[in-house]
């Protein structure tokens, strides 16, 4: 008769762990009120920049003269005016009196009633003196064609010479919300993983716990309940923030890589969880009461913060030298790399590395954790040092 294989009872003392994790944390009623308030709070952000826009409609303004047509042509490419065309200038004089139109252009007059603003008169001004060539380049008998490549100029080529920030205000809040959810989603599991571990050190149900359990099971099993609950918490946000982004039509008023950086912030998610988390358990254990936690996590807590931090200084200048190492060096690549990436254009290569690197660098705490884990965690009495700990037996 042969032996049974020991590996799914392996696997089933795992995933035993983290369904109780689940269970008990992720549908307590604190973590379902909690992820509500921060699904509203991220759609509410996504939709802000078109609440406070709001929807001022097509600019109306009325038109008379001789470069009318010509003009109306200019302001329909441009887009954005509700245009009247009238006989003569008078008449569009007092439809600007009447309130018909916000402004009117006639015979070289902009009319309106108090001013316009800056970037209407701007683009008024502009259209009036293309159209004016154009009218000019017509009575000097030159044909449509003649003048239609006249007045083709190809844009302006930008290069830019310094490293340069983000583009506008929609790019740094983009980088800032993407960089903020980051932070807090590893923050939230790393300090729940901690605590749990020393929770039930401290009770000493951990002791009854391994008499069926292998230590990585245990910790492996909290890890993955936790990083299950935080990671449907993500993609919730992602999900919401990306919904109401596309329903409102700012998604694609966004820089052009953001839509694809906030799917991949949840696989660098993933990876940033694996280093923190196994590392959060690890030093967890090396002390048995709840109020000597917040030492122990002190290091993980601070390489977080200057990560997190390291990210709003990224968005003013995304392709210095500075931002380029700080986004390919772990720790602080897990929120550097996607937050630079929602904003600028990152080489293949970059992210690449960045992704190894991370990655080598999420098993290494794999390793370390799980030692510290399993030689600490039925150690009793004051906080155990690093050292002490990884020498002790297994």
Avoid at 203 to 226: A, C, D, F, M, N
Avoid at 371 to 393: D, H, N
């Amino acid at each position: 008769m042969s032996a049974p294989n020991p590996e799914p009872s392996r696997l089933r003392g795992l995933l035993l762990v983290a369904g109780r994790e689940i269970r008990v944390r992720g549908l307590s009623k604190a973590n379902i009120v909690s992820l509500i308030i921060t699904v509203v709070i991220v759609g509410a952000l996504a939709a802000l920049p078109t609440l406070i826009g709001g929807d001022e409609g097509d600019e109306k303004i009325g038109l008379a003269g001789a470069n009318a047509a010509a003009m109306q042509a200019q302001l329909d490419a441009m887009g954005g005016f509700d245009i009247t065309v009238y006989g003569t200038a008078a008449e569009a004089e007092q439809a600007v009196e009447d309130e018909a139109v916000e402004a009117a252009v006639a015979d070289g007059s902009l009319y309106s009633r108090d001013g316009v603003g800056n970037e209407l008169e701007t683009r008024l001004d502009a259209a009036w003196q293309a159209a004016s060539v154009q009218t000019n380049l017509a009575n000097a008998g030159l044909s449509d064609q003649e003048i239609a490549g006249a007045l083709s100029v190809e844009p302006l080529e930008f290069v830019t010479l310094e490293s340069g920030g983000v583009t506008g205000p929609l790019d740094y809040f983009t980088g800032l919300i993407i960089s903020i959810i980051m932070f807090m989603m590893l923050m939230t599991p790393v300090q729940y993983i901690a605590m749990g571990v020393v929770e039930e050190k401290s009770s000493r149900i951990v002791e009854i716990l391994l008499t069926s359990l292998k230590p990585w099971q245990l910790l492996g099993g909290k890890v993955i309940g936790l990083g299950v609950i935080s990671l449907v918490n993500l993609v919730a946000m992602v999900a919401v923030g990306l919904g109401v982004s596309a329903a409102t039509g700012m998604l694609s008023d966004l820089p052009p890589g953001t839509a694809s950086a906030a799917v991949s912030t949840v696989g660098w998610w993933l990876i940033a969880f694996a280093l923190f988390g196994t590392l959060a358990g690890g030093v967890g254990s090396l002390v048995s009461r709840q109020e000597e936690s917040g030492s122990v996590l002190t290091p993980l807590i601070m390489s977080l913060t200057v990560s997190y931090i390291g990210a709003i200084f990224l968005l003013n200048a995304p392709t210095s030298t500075f931002a380029e190492i700080l986004s390919l060096v772990p720790p602080f690549s897990a929120i550097a790399m996607p937050t630079r990436m929602a904003i600028a254009e990152v080489p293949a290569w970059q992210i690449g590395l960045s992704a190894g690197l991370l990655a080598l660098a999420a098993a290494g705490a794999l390793a370390l954790g799980a030692q510290l884990y399993k030689r600490s965690v039925l150690f009793t009495g004051s906080r155990l040092k690093l050292s002490e700990a990884l020498r002790r037996a297994a």
